[in-house]
């Protein structure tokens, strides 16, 4: 009898431990939710068909570029070269389109064959030599920041074909074209984390690399994998961008490795590697999406906007961190 009333509490407290933990899970879903009525209430043109459908344009880079960042942050890493990637990727798309009127596919395909590779230069550094991710990104950015200024010589490029405007600011019934790409996007990297076993791989780098190591993982191949998928991803972001604002600038990444990584650390993945999903990322993709915008609305300044948006990483990053020390307790 005292076995199966021990059995019975012990199943009891495996329910109630799975119900917290998908409340958790889904947390970040109820908080945008939450942010939507509270604008909404605050400016009623919030929710307007055409002002949602503009937020989702606004963080379609975002995005895009946040699934390469969430494969990096996955094994605890990071990559501060990613909104140099989305500059230096405008730039040479530009100058390949207009200095060489090379053809816009090829164009397109060139600069994000480019952008990858930046990516494996950056597993290079990280995987082979050693460099902690924090140096060796921040090293890439430097260089292809500076690159960026060089080609362009600071003044913008513009002059693209008709067609090329199509990706950024086309529209597939009433839905824009790059917001389409970012859901298919989110969709890729979805099958590569969670049907694939190159994304069990991600997970376990992530969670113990020695351990990964001692089970036949190739570690370094992984790292240069997941650094050449957040290059992909990056310049992808950079080539609708450019297409959006149909004009290339020297600083037209600047800053974007910033918002991308508050969107992945608010949609929950562990700073420290081994946890996170991409549908969570998404919702956090949305939250920043829905915070400028509604703070827009409301006549909040530039200067306010990143000051939340700090608040708001340092609270994510926290929270993780107290998840983390409970659960090594």
């Known amino acids: 009898m005292k076995t199966k009333v021990t059995s019975g509490k012990s199943g009891k407290s495996k329910s109630g431990n799975g119900i917290m933990f998908h409340m958790k899970d889904k947390a970040i879903w109820l908080v945008f939710i939450f942010l939507c ?30 699934i390469g960042m969430t494969f990096v942050i996955l094994i605890a890493g990071i990559d501060l070269s990613a909104g140099s990637i989305i500059t230096i990727v405008n730039i040479v798309c530009a100058w390949l389109m207009v200095r060489f009127n090379m053809n816009m596919w090829l164009a397109v395909l060139c600069s994000l064959i480019m952008s990858t590779l930046i990516g494996v230069f950056n597993g290079f550094m990280v995987s082979t030599i050693g460099m902690p991710a924090l140096i060796a990104t921040f090293a890439s950015q430097t260089i292809f920041e500076g690159a960026a200024y060089l080609l362009s010589g600071g003044t913008p490029i513009y002059g693209f074909t008709p067609s090329f405007k199509v990706i950024g600011q086309g529209k597939l019934g009433p839905i824009p074209v790059p917001i389409i790409i970012m859901l298919l996007c989110f969709a890729a990297g979805s099958f590569i984390l969670n049907k694939t076993y190159f994304g069990r791989y991600f997970y376990a780098v992530g969670g113990n690399e020695e351990a990964a190591k001692l089970s036949g993982i190739r570690v370094g191949r992984v790292k ?10 990056a310049g992808l972001a950079g080539i609708v961008l450019l297409s959006r604002t149909n004009s290339a600038q020297a600083t037209a990444g600047k800053g974007y490795e910033f918002d991308v990584i508050t969107c992945v650390v608010l949609g929950g993945v562990s700073v420290n590697g081994g946890y996170g999903k991409l549908s969570n990322v998404l919702a956090g993709v949305l939250i920043i999406g829905a915070l400028t915008n509604g703070m827009i609305l409301m006549n909040v300044s530039s200067y306010m906007q990143m000051v939340v948006k700090g608040i708001i990483l340092i609270l994510a990053v926290g929270f993780d961190c ?3 020390n409970r659960r090594t307790v």
């Open 37 to 66: 009525i509270f604008f909404a209430f605050a400016n009623n043109r919030f929710l307007a068909p055409d002002n949602l459908l503009t937020i989702l344009l606004q963080v379609s880079m975002y995005g895009i570029a946040s």
């Open 224 to 233: 240069y994998l997941i650094y050449a998928l957040a290059g992909f991803f």
């Open 322 to 324: 107290v998840q983390r």
